[in-house]
């Protein structure tokens, strides 16, 4: 079974742009999730995304913003790119919204805003 | 909140070595506990879990025990080798927000041979 796949693997904006990181789950699994990782903050929730609806979000302003698909797979946008929107954006998918279900990650996409 | 407090790393052992990385929690209700293993250039692997008091988790010679009493969850390995070298998470997750989890820091494990 192919694991999640995150596309592309390395973007590189400059600042005030947009930007948009696609991820495809593992097969059959409905929920995606999508993470922050810096080497300052660690990794932190951005949002989940069950049956084509957000269901949670993170503390992230309204720059931030995803969406899912009916076939699951998810995108997510960023707008008005800052600096430290530099980051490692991760997604990961389970197959059930059940606590405790484990995420599946991808590989990333690393995002670099000049 | 919740949130995972995991030890300050890099951490550089010798191959053989014992390990032990320490994770405590603070969550309301029962959490759902998981250690998760990234290598360079990867994303997070889950490496073993547990979800309720008590309960061990165990995988590629890495254990865990779930310590309610002590809100801990520390990760150990008898005989660490080279290719243990990566960065472990320790993540929670709470009872009541679906699939929003809780990441520690990380800590960077160095084995040398």
């Known amino acids: 079974k192919a694991g999640v796949t995150q596309t592309p693997r390395y973007l590189i904006k400059t600042r005030g742009q947009q930007v948009t990181l696609s991820c495809s789950p593992i097969?059959?699994?409905?929920?995606v999730s999508w993470y922050q990782q810096t080497p300052g903050q660690g990794l932190q929730f951005l949002f989940e995304y069950f049956s084509e609806t957000q269901r949670n979000k993170g503390n992230f302003p309204g720059r931030f913003s995803g969406r899912q698909f009916s076939n699951s797979r998810s995108e997510m946008n960023v707008s008005t790119l800052e600096l430290g929107d530099s980051a490692l954006y991760l997604c990961a998918s389970s197959s059930v919204r059940g606590y405790n279900s484990p995420l599946h990650f991808g590989n990333g996409t690393r995002l670099t805003v000049t | 909140g919740d949130s995972v407090t995991q030890m300050e790393g890099p951490v550089t052992l010798s191959e053989e070595a014992f390990l032990t990385i320490n994770c405590t929690y603070t969550?309301?209700?029962?959490?759902?506990l998981f250690w998760y293993v990234q290598y360079p250039g990867e994303g997070l692997q889950l490496l073993l879990k547990a979800t309720k008091a008590d309960d061990k988790g165990s995988n590629k010679g890495f254990e865990a025990t779930y310590r309610k009493e002590t809100t801990s969850f520390h990760l150990e390995k008898g005989s660490v080798q080279v290719s243990d070298s990566a960065v472990y998470f320790c993540?929670?997750?709470?009872?009541?927000?679906?699939?929003?989890?809780?990441f520690g820091t990380g800590t960077s494990l160095t084995v040398i041979p």
């Open positions: 993540a929670l997750t709470p009872s009541n927000t679906g699939n929003q989890f809780y």
């Open positions: 097969s059959g699994h409905r929920s």
């Open positions: 969550a309301t209700g029962y959490p759902s």
